[in-house]
């Protein structure tokens, strides 16, 4: 089972960029598709992002098409979330996961992850 540890997080303002890290340890992230999720106090944990094993395919949710890109390094055996033009309504705790073979076809759904990261708190306040 392949470890995950994100970083990157903290407080920006309003229409500011983060650039968020998940590193793998244990096994190559090369065979699993990684998502990024985040969750606020009281709702459900909702997927943001992913992107498919190998060089696969990526994903946005709808609330973050066109502000935020995911990426791997496979030969850091980490996955980036670059996250630009921020708003108040983006902060959540950020959690990365793994699955092993490409779950990132039609959407992220968590149910398919079962290896996660302890999350990394994204603040957008002024």
């Known amino acids: 089972q392949v470890q995950l540890v994100e970083s990157g997080g903290g407080l920006v303002q309003p229409g500011g960029s983060l650039s968020l890290s998940c590193v793998g340890s244990?096994?190559?992230?090369?065979?699993?598709?990684v998502a990024w999720f985040r969750q606020v106090p009281g709702k459900e944990r909702e997927g943001v992002s992913c992107i498919g094993r190998r060089w696969g395919g990526t994903y946005y949710s709808a609330s973050v098409k066109g502000r935020f890109t995911i990426s791997r390094d496979n030969n850091k055996n980490t996955v980036y979330l670059n996250m630009t033009s921020l708003r108040p309504a983006d902060t959540a705790v950020y959690y990365c996961?793994?699955?092993?073979?490409?779950?990132?076809?039609?959407?992220?759904?968590?149910?398919?992850?079962?290896?996660w990261g302890q999350g990394t708190q994204v603040t957008v306040a002024s």
């Open positions: 996961a793994a699955a092993w073979g490409n779950y990132c076809e039609d959407g992220v759904r968590r149910a398919d992850y079962d290896a």
């Open positions: 244990g096994y190559t992230l090369y065979y699993y598709s």
